[in-house]
């Protein structure tokens, strides 16, 4: 059990009773803990981004596969809402991203997962180390000038920290700031070359050739000879720099033979290594790990995937093996889960890697890179009443060489070895192949409520909050098949909602399109079709080739879809009785595929435009209706000479997200007081949107209207 860092501060006891009223308290004054600024309210029990129940230990960024990682401590037993068989609270984590080192910021959406109370096997231990993901995919630069960003993360305890607010300060949370590398582009644009090189084409030329047209980059793998000059003069040592080269060696029994032979020469020297000051004694000294170049810092497991996540700070900008115009390096991270409690990790999980570059500009707080591994720790679940499934969990860095699996004592030469607990998600028993639909439109199932609507949800591939939401548009179908091979055929079954039987869900011609990850990382687009009987190939089978996002279909939906309701689900073929399929759990999905009606008038005034005097208030009446409403926004154009002038009211939003307006929305008047606009032809337009979750995370469905007027003298005549 943690006590609360700050010396003097509240004992764990009044901590805990306060965290148990939290909702009622803030219900009562939303400022009640002083953590809201420019609040009405008084502060009552000042309390900001207490860090005692939970915090952020580490944010990373994987640039390979575009995923943003946050690893989150949760440091006691208790105060989390409850035991396992209860709905728990949730651990909220929003992600903002400033490309003008803190001028400005960028709201990238949420993370999230939940959090029970669980005393049973952390007593006296440590503590859990959950990992929250949010895929985002940044635009990138050039090799030559590698894009460094800044990002910030907001963790907060049982509320969502609000949108656009890069300075929320959470009651129970913490705040995270750090560096991340984009992956830089490995083609260029014509211009780009031009840029370079200061560059300019002859005018005849320039005429018939596209500054456009693309231009490949070859990557390529720096040799010894080319590492010791590009590394002559700095603090990057031979052994470092040469260590490839040295691990081979020590494992070729063939080079070692070849180094006895009479004519044998000095390979290191062959390679074009100057072998004047090198200290051969300590080349191959391991010593206890060496951080000075990078260090894993934190382990998470991310329930909402099955996976497991690594977070590694770089420390330096040089000795990764040349900068993002070459292949780099690679940080390797081996994952041992110790299933039986004895200490021993005797069961290796996979490795994990992110391939890595001198940065010459890095950061004073240096670069957080991130790992991913699919874990397959669902096998191990138990139910909830049994208890929770405390997995120790094991991993080792190891710069250019990764660990062996069998090897889960071994010290790295470059690297380090971090230990932690993690909690598998409660669930049934599972033995042998066993299917398992997990998310919808990217909606946790443990978020889809009987009716098939998302509640109180956040989107794991876009980092979106949805409440009271149906489904639209492009709707993936995300799942695992436990124990999966490369020979297990799965296909999605559906029906109308507790009607008739389950028939294949039919995504052909088109077939199912996947991005397929194998070591390196390496991400592949990959189209799979149906056999005759609708199954698909499983992809998703090991730690070095699995989906992204654990795609298992894509749904299209349209018109014939809208308004009802289905039943989704996975089944697979059974390779011991092919003629019955196992079957996975059923997920209902309502789908809303229309946009809101609107309206939208003046007053007494006919037609869609009207003059009015400078200064005029006028009225008019509007409305934004729909089954599922969400809200509504008022705009003028062209903004410039409005001058921030709005009708009242300006905007509103439906009472599932936080506003006051009940389905099916709003029939209402407006006031437009003209006031500080200047003289000009105007378009005032109205915005609505449904709550809906449209093409899995990404939007909702939505609808404008307008009407114009002018605003000055009438025209005479």
């Given amino acids: 059990m943690l006590e609360p860092k700050s ?15 939290f909702r009622a308290l803030i219900l009562q004054n939303p400022n009640y803990f002083g953590n809201v600024e420019g609040s009405q309210f008084e502060a009552v029990f000042p309390l900001k981004a207490n860090t005692t129940y939970e915090n952020l230990g580490c944010v990373g960024y994987q640039p390979q596969t575009e995923r943003l990682e946050a690893v989150v401590y949760v440091n006691q037993p208790s105060g989390y809402g409850g035991g396992l068989c209860g709905a728990g609270t949730v651990e909220y984590v929003r992600f903002y991203a400033s490309f003008d080192n803190g001028g400005s910021w960028t709201d990238l959406g949420l993370g999230a997962f939940n959090a029970w109370d669980i005393p049973q096997g952390t007593e006296g231990r440590k503590r859990l180390e959950y990992a929250v993901t949010l895929r985002h995919s940044f635009n990138r630069r050039i090799c030559l000038f590698p894009q460094i960003v800044l990002i910030r993360a907001i963790l907060s305890w049982n509320a969502v ?25 490995r083609f260029w644009f014509l211009k780009d070359v031009l840029k370079a ?68 020469g000095n390979f290191l020297q062959a390679a074009g290594l100057d072998l004047q000051g090198i200290d051969f004694a300590d080349l191959f000294n391991i010593g206890d790990g060496n951080t000075t170049f990078e260090t894993l810092e934190c382990i998470g497991y991310d329930p909402n995937d099955d996976s497991l996540v690594g977070v590694i700070r770089l420390h330096r900008p040089s000795g990764f093996s040349g900068g993002p115009c070459t292949n780099g390096s690679q940080e390797h991270v081996t994952f041992w889960a110790d299933l ?28 957080e890179m991130a790992v991913h591994l699919p874990a397959n720790l669902l096998r191990h679940r138990i139910p909830c009443n049994k208890g929770p499934r405390i997995i120790p969990i094991r991993a080792i860095l190891s710069w250019a060489t990764p660990i062996p699996c069998a090897t889960p004592n ?52 876009t980092g979106a909050y949805f409440n009271d939401a149906p489904f639209g548009g492009r709707i993936n179908l995300a799942g695992k098949i436990v124990n999966g091979t490369p020979g297990t055929l799965y296909r999605i079954m559906i029906r109308s909602h507790g009607v008739g039987s389950f028939v ?14 194998t070591p390196g990382p390496v991400t592949t687009a990959t189209t799979i079709h149906a056999d005759a009987q609708g199954y698909y190939a499983y992809q998703d089978f090991s730690s070095n080739h699995y989906v992204e996002g654990n795609i ?20 697979i073929k059974d390779p011991g009785n092919p003629a019955v399929d196992i079957q996975s759990n059923v997920v209902v999905v309502e ?10 008038d003046f007053t007494s005034l006919a037609g869609d435009c009207a003059h009015f005097g400078e200064g005029s208030v006028f009225t008019g009446n509007f409305s934004a209706t729909d089954p599922h409403f969400g809200g509504f926004s008022f705009q003028i154009l062209p903004s410039g000479p409005a001058n921030g002038v709005l009708p009242t009211p300006a905007s509103g939003s439906s009472v599932h997200l936080g506003g006051t307006i009940a389905d099916p929305g709003i029939s209402s008047a407006f006031t437009l007081d003209t006031n500080g606009m200047e003289p000009c032809g105007y378009a005032l337009i109205l915005h609505a949107s449904d709550r809906t979750n449209v093409n899995s995370g990404q939007t909702h469905n939505s609808s404008e209207d307008a009407v114009g007027f002018c605003l000055g003298s009438p025209p005479e005549g």
């Fill in 410 to 461: 071994a010290t790295p030469v470059w690297g380090n070895r971090l230990e932690t607990l993690v909690h598998v998600l409660p669930g049934g028993n599972i033995d042998g192949l066993e299917p398992l639909l997990s998310s919808v439109g990217g909606i946790p199932v443990g978020d889809i409520d009987s009716n098939g609507f998302a509640q109180n949800a956040v989107a794991v591939t």
């Fill in 552 to 571: 298992l279909g894509v749904w299209q939906t349209g018109a014939a879809e809208h308004g009802k309701t289905y039943d989704l689900r996975v089944d």
């Fill in 591 to 600: 789908v809303d595929n229309v946009a809101p009606t609107l309206t939208l």
């Fill in 197 to 264: 090189g200061e560059l300019q084409l002859k005018p005849d030329i320039a005429a018939v050739v596209s500054e456009k047209a693309e231009v490949q980059v070859e990557s390529k793998t720096l040799s010894l000879a080319e590492l010791t000059q590009l590394y002559k003069g700095q603090d990057v040592p031979v052994k470092r720099f040469a260590h490839p080269q040295l691990a081979a060696f020590q494992k070729s029994a063939g080079l070692t033979a070849s180094l006895m032979q009479p004519n044998a």
């Fill in 7 to 21: 010396a003097g501060g509240p004992d764990l006891k009044t901590l805990g009773n306060l965290r148990g009223k």
């Fill in 161 to 185: 920290p609000p949108p656009n607010t890069p300075n929320h300060i959470p009651v129970w949370g913490d705040i995270h700031n750090t560096h991340i590398l984009v992956e830089p582009r």
């Fill in 504 to 517: 294949p869900l039919s995504l052909e011609p088109n077939g199912i399109t996947l991005t397929v990850v």
């Fill in 340 to 367: 039986d409690g004895n200490g021993s990790f005797e069961t290796c999980l996979g490795t994990a890697s992110v391939r890595v570059y001198d940065i010459r500009d890095i950061p004073r707080d240096g670069l």
